[in-house]
């Protein structure tokens, strides 16, 4: 797809992986909206935004009308979303309010502004809950561990009935831990890797929790590109796809990776799980995305080793403005 002076919308532009589509998008030549609440407790930060070239809507997708902001775009990134598993665990109700009824309301704006755009929603492997089988392909059983990947589901289905019912041209990308600049690290709200980073860099041991368990990350350029190529790809069109990303390792393997790659910075200690987090951790998990590679050419191209490094050098100048 020829991004040059394509209108296009990022929901959730903001936070982490929206930004990073935003720059990409920008640098491309698109005209960029970014749409974001800044919702508490979520990945939006101003600074994620800084020197792209994008207009910020700052509003609430629950509240703000949305057909104006959505008038005439070619292409919707849709990236909002409430991510965190216990927050969705002690407030289910703010997190269908995010992840499903406002995902109607975008929907419903859509129909009305923008008729013809193609949608990239951003979905989760988290509703697999514990894999049956190793590595998890788009037809595993969907069996939801906690009230997030309930919510998240639901967005995601009102989407594909969405393509079948309209004909809308829509994809959703079921991601895995996805990792690397402007992730939210100041705690683990978006992923375990996001608070080891900050530990890392402020000199302080950071705990594994279990350390078996095997988990595949994928770095955020890569994310991006995937996000790109679904949309560029007419065979996408109303299908759901898995994206992975490094050869799956254990979290007390990706512990010692992180030691390696940062030196005596990086101390940790291990420890069983909480037990409000071990009744939805899923244990291991590493998708099967070989249908998004064959119908995009998409791979990942950043080792994990790589893509620890490349995130330490970018968060250390950079630190004050995650904390």
């Known amino acids: 797809m020829e991004w040059k002076d394509r209108k296009v919308l990022v929901t959730g532009g903001a936070g982490f992986l929206g930004s990073n589509l935003c720059h990409a998008l920008a640098g491309h030549g698109a005209r960029v909206t970014a749409l974001d609440g800044f919702l508490f407790g979520g990945g939006a930060n101003p600074a994620n935004l800084d020197g792209a070239n994008v207009d910020l809507v700052r509003a609430d997708i629950r509240e703000v009308d949305l057909r104006p902001i959505c008038e005439g ?8 979303a409430q991510t965190s598993h216990m927050g969705g665990q002690k407030d289910p109700l703010a997190d269908i309010a995010v992840n499903a009824v406002a995902q109607v309301r975008l929907i419903q704006a859509v129909r009305e502004a923008a008729p013809t755009a193609v949608v990239v929603h951003a979905s989760t492997r988290q509703f697999y809950g514990r894999p049956l089988h190793l590595p998890v ?12 990947g309930v919510s998240k589901f639901a967005g995601e289905q009102y989407w594909m009935i969405e393509h079948r019912t ?7 990308l079921r991601l895995t831990n996805c990792y690397g600049p402007r992730l939210r690290i100041r705690d683990a ?4 890797l996001g608070i080891w ?3 890392v860099l402020e000199r302080k041991p950071f705990e594994v929790w279990g350390g078996a368990q095997l988990r595949d990350m994928t770095y955020v350029d890569d994310v991006t590109e995937a996000f790109l190529a679904a949309a560029a790809t007419p065979e996408c069109h109303g299908k759901v796809y898995n994206i992975g990303g490094s050869p799956p390792a254990s979290l007390l393997e990706i512990a010692e ?5 940062a ?11 909480p037990a409000d987090r071990a009744s939805i951790d899923i244990g291991s998990y590493h998708a099967d995305d070989s249908a998004f590679r064959a119908a995009t050419g998409w791979a990942p191209g950043v080792s ?11 968060y250390r100048p950079r630190l004050a403005s995650y904390l």
């Open 257 to 261: 990776l992180m030691q390696a790659v």
């Open 304 to 314: 994990l080793e790589d893509g620890i490094r490349r995130s330490l050098d970018w």
């Open 189 to 192: 709200r978006q992923t375990f």
């Open 166 to 172: 309209a004909g809308r041209p829509v994809v959703s």
């Open 197 to 199: 980073i900050r530990c």
């Open 73 to 80: 775009v070619d292409v919707i990134f849709n990236l909002a």
């Open 263 to 273: 030196g005596p910075d990086a101390t940790f200690t291990t420890r069983e799980f």
């Open 137 to 148: 392909d788009e037809a595993h059983p969907v069996n939801p561990p906690d009230a997030n």
